[in-house]
């Protein structure tokens, strides 16, 4: 069935992606704040997120289906700088953003983090208590129980992403990419943990979990667990690139950093059980990123 989705955060890495994965099948509106953006086949708009009242106006013009939250402020040390302003980006924004939603009927997916947890166990599931180390992870924490109290039919993903990102801002994978083939040396933690999920299949998981009808808390990661500094020797060897610019290092010697949780997996049991299949593995959508640059679709991210 063709919907209409309109995703906030619309210069974002995710929302981009978003809007490349399903233009096709469903309508969508990029909603921006400051920076406008454009690509083909896709409506964009300004959206003003610091008022519900306006949140109200733009459903109303533009008739969602769904809306999809991606925007927030993710860097862990301008969150630590000013907890105001993390406050109201990761907290008050999505709380009048789920409110909106609630009043006119329109399923609400928002994205959460995988940044919640300060044990050092691996693949939490979604009944583990959050106890988060930082402001980033608190502010996050705490809008996953205002959204779902003002509108409890809310998708909350619990995730952590990487695909092709635009000019004005790299990607995670982006950055490791440019190294290697530049032969720059470029240190990732070896004591770090996650299981991140290409961005293309984080948004078709969800639109698939949406039609089986879920809501409440969901993990959207990869099958498989590891470490960050493996990451990188991923995609080198999936981009037949040499990973000897590659370097281990590890979070427990970096002092001066905001404090960050080493173990950030997570347990995708719940969402694999739903929809009746694996989330994919690390390999197979590294590879997918891959097939992503050979049909041009990242160099129109990247020439944004």
Known sequence: MRRKILI?????LLALNWALAVRERHDVVLGFHRRAVSLSGVASRHLDL???????????????????????????????????????????????IAKACARRGVKLIH????????????LI?????????????????EAEVRVLDACGEALVARTNFYGWGPSYRQSFSDAILAALQ???PYTLFEDVFYNPILCEALVLTLHELVEHGAS?????????????????????????????PLRAGR???QAMLVRRPREMSLSNDKARRLLGRPL???DEQIEQLKRQRELKLAREVQEL
């Open 182 to 184: 530049e032969r720059r």
């Open 251 to 253: 979070l427990a010697d």
């Open 125 to 141: 599931d979604e009944s583990h208590p959050v106890s988060p180390l930082n402001t980033y992870g608190r502010t996050k924490a």
């Open 8 to 12: 906030t955060g619309g210069s974002g």
């Open 280 to 282: 994919g593995g690390i």
């Open 50 to 96: 610091t008022s519900e009242a306006a949140v109200l106006q733009a459903i109303d013009d533009v008739q969602p289906d769904w809306i999809a939250h991606t925007a927030g402020l993710t860097s862990v040390e301008a969150c630590e700088k000013d907890p105001e302003l993390a406050t109201q980006a990761n907290v008050m924004m999505p709380t009048g």
């Open 216 to 244: 409440g808390i969901y993990h959207v990661v990869a099958d498989e667990r590891l470490s960050k500094h493996d990451f990188g020797l991923r995609l080198a060897r999936n981009f037949d690139l040499d990973t000897a």
């Open 111 to 122: 994205i959460s983090t995988d940044h919640l947890f300060s044990q050092a166990q691996p």
